[in-house]
């Protein structure tokens, strides 16, 4: 419940903003992290961005989610 | 060049067994509990087999980390009331769904025909809401502080909306209170804590303090990757080792000391904080967030009134001690016999991140 996924900011349109997580586009709201702006990575909660997060702290964190959380459900 | 993971966590590893092998404060011949209290940490210390890591002597506890898992019967019981009184249509994340109540849960209360449909966002029973005005729509606001400040941003845009048939029924609770309590509890041996990632990145570290200046327990705020779960857990040592508490932040990718105070202070505009009755744990004070009184107008509790019930908590279940991290669910008489994730007696197995589901699914007999 408590998950939340690393995400990159491709677009943003007032409250909402287009991101990218693991090659799937959606959209999400961004009221909660104010001042963000488009190529900022955020961790994304139940459609919501609730953190801006470090860019290279996030493609780390990105490999970590591929390799534990996609592959190995597999 | 970056190390893989698994030569971290033997680096790791080696360094937890020179702590458990020099004499300082940390015994290794003593039963170390570290209480980890967030349902995404019981996954993926179960997933991941963490515990096999670990000296023997380290004891990794589930404690009442799952929203779902420590909403009271009652709660459910009311909302059932509710769904069957008014002719509502109910949104409720998906987890909610089998939680049982007294007598019955929402699942059985949508196979006999009641409208009561799972989203992903609050945002989309508000947009069900503007689509169909001539329903009444109720959206069962259940999680931690890294979800009350969504339920904030819905509430506030249902007021600049101006929509009328919108309702917000609030399960909400905070953590750092839960933690005290158990800090407070006789019953509850707690040696430190993994606390959790999420929540902290809404609330920061301040909230936390209490435990080390108050209790003078280790805590660290640990992100899900076993590394840094383990690392969290000899960062722990450390503290005991060298006799400092403190509370350290492993998962600094997302949690800032401050975490999001912008997000903290739509909660703290919309919610107000009042007593609030945990599954397996009692009343814990302060630890739930109501609607302020400015927003009566979309308040489930006060639009749709329902007569008192009279709530049983299922007889045999010991949700309420593997809550508090007293009893694994292998102690219980019901796990794997009749409660069953296909089956399930309880929250804790109802839960995609109960710590019943989680031993279910992960851990072998032992």
């Known amino acids: 419940m408590c998950l939340a996924i690393p995400a990159k900011v491709l677009k943003i349109e007032k409250d909402e903003a287009e991101v990218e997580s693991f090659e799937v586009v959606k959209r999400i709201n961004i009221s909660l992290v104010p001042g963000i702006k488009a190529g ?20 780390i964190t990105r490999g970590y989610w591929k390799k534990y959380f996609i592959e190995d459900a597999e | 060049m970056k190390e893989s993971s698994e030569q971290l966590i033997k680096k790791i590893r080696n360094s937890i067994e020179k702590i458990s092998s020099e004499n300082n404060g940390y015994h290794k011949d003593r039963t170390f509990r570290i209480m980890e209290v967030c349902g995404t940490h019981t996954m993926a210390i179960a997933h991941y087999q963490i515990p096999q890591l670990l000296p023997e002597n380290i004891n990794l506890i589930s404690g009442p ?77 259940i999680g931690f502080e890294t979800t009350a400040p969504l ?24 953590i750092p209170p839960a933690l005290k309590a158990l800090l407070e509890d006789r019953e509850v041996k707690v040696d430190a804590f993994l606390l959790p990632g999420h929540v902290s990145a809404i609330i920061g570290v301040k909230p936390y303090d209490f435990i080390s200046k108050i209790y003078n327990i280790p805590a660290v705020i640990s992100g899900f990757e076993p590394e840094s779960i383990i690392k969290s857990i000899l960062m722990i040592l450390n503290q005991v080792k060298e006799e400092k508490s403190g509370i350290q932040v492993e998962y600094k990718t997302v949690v800032k000391h401050e975490g999001n105070p912008f997000a903290v202070k739509q909660m703290e505009d919309v919610f107000e904080i009042k007593d609030s009755l945990w599954r397996g744990l009692g009343i814990i004070k302060d630890s739930g967030l109501e609607l302020k009184k400015i927003f009566n107008n ?14 049983i908590e299922l007889s045999g279940c010991e949700c309420g001690n593997v809550l508090k991290g007293i009893k694994r669910p292998n102690d219980c008489a019901q796990f794997k ?23 279910f699914k992960y851990y072998r007999e032992n």
């Open chain 2, 151 to 174: 339920t904030a941003v819905l509430v506030k845009k249902a007021v600049s909306e101006k929509i009328k048939n919108f309702f917000i029924y609030s399960t909400h609770k905070i």
């Open chain 1, 40 to 59: 900022d990575y955020v961790i994304v909660h139940a459609g919501f961005a609730i953190q801006l997060i470090d860019k290279d702290e996030a493609e």
């Open chain 2, 298 to 311: 979309f308040d489930a509790k006060l639009s749709f009134s329902v007569k008192e019930i009279k709530s």
């Open chain 2, 65 to 141: 980390g799952c929203p779902v898992c420590v909403t009271a019967a009652s709660d459910i019981d009311r909302i059932i009331e509710i769904i069957k009184t008014y002719n509502l249509t109910v949104f409720t994340f998906g987890d909610m769904m089998r939680v049982p109540g007294s007598a019955s849960s929402l699942s059985l209360q949508k196979a006999e025909g009641r409208k009561i449909k799972i989203c992903y966002s609050p945002l989309d029973s508000l947009e069900y809401a503007k689509e169909n005005p001539g329903e009444n729509i109720m959206f069962i606001a």
């Open chain 2, 337 to 359: 016999r009749t409660c069953t994730p296909d089956n399930p007696l309880g929250p804790c197995m109802v839960s995609s991140e109960g710590t019943c589901a989680a031993y």
